[in-house]
C-alpha cells in the first residue's frame, strides 16, 4: 500500500519560513519523480516544485516561488522536502506531496495546511 505522509504545515507570519516533509513508504522511492502542489480556496491545485529521481535530481518551480522555495529529495530516508522561505499570504493554501512514475503509477498524499498570515 502506497503512503505519502505530509508534515510541516502551520500558522507563520509574513516573511517567515518552514520546511515540509513527505515520507513515502509502499513505493521504489527512486524511481519517482516527486512533486509538491497547492490548493489554496476556490482555486484549482497547482504546481509549486518538482525533483526528479535521481540524487541532487533536476528541479522545476512554479514562477511564483522561484527563489523563495527549494525542492530537496533524500533517497536513503525515501523523503521530499519543501523548504519555504520568504512567505507570503498568498502562499496560503493546502500543500500535497505527489508521486508519479507514470500516468497509472501517480500517488498523492492527504495534504497539509499552511497559512501565512500576522
Known amino acids: 500500500q502506497v503512503q505519502l505522509v505530509e508534515s510541516g504545515g502551520g500558522l507563520v507570519q509574513p516573511g517567515g519560513s518552514l520546511r515540509l516533509s513527505c515520507a513515502a513508504s509502499?513505493?521504489?522511492?527512486?524511481?519517482?519523480?516527486m512533486g509538491w502542489y497547492r490548493q489554496a480556496p476556490g482555486k484549482q491545485r497547482e504546481l509549486v516544485a518538482t525533483?526528479?529521481?535521481?540524487?541532487?535530481?533536476?528541479?522545476n518551480y512554479a514562477d511564483s516561488v522561484k527563489g523563495r522555495f527549494t525542492i530537496s529529495r533524500d533517497n536513503a530516508k525515501n523523503t521530499v522536502y519543501l523548504q519555504m522561505n520568504s512567505l507570503k499570504p498568498e502562499d496560503t493554501a493546502v500543500y500535497y506531496c505527489?508521486?508519479?512514475?507514470?500516468?497509472?503509477?501517480?500517488?498523492w498524499g492527504q495534504g497539509t495546511q499552511v497559512t501565512v498570515s500576522s
Open positions: 525533483i526528479t529521481s535521481a540524487s541532487g535530481g533536476n528541479t
Open positions: 505527489n508521486a508519479k512514475r507514470s500516468n497509472v503509477l501517480d500517488f
Open positions: 509502499g513505493i521504489i522511492f527512486s524511481n519517482y519523480v
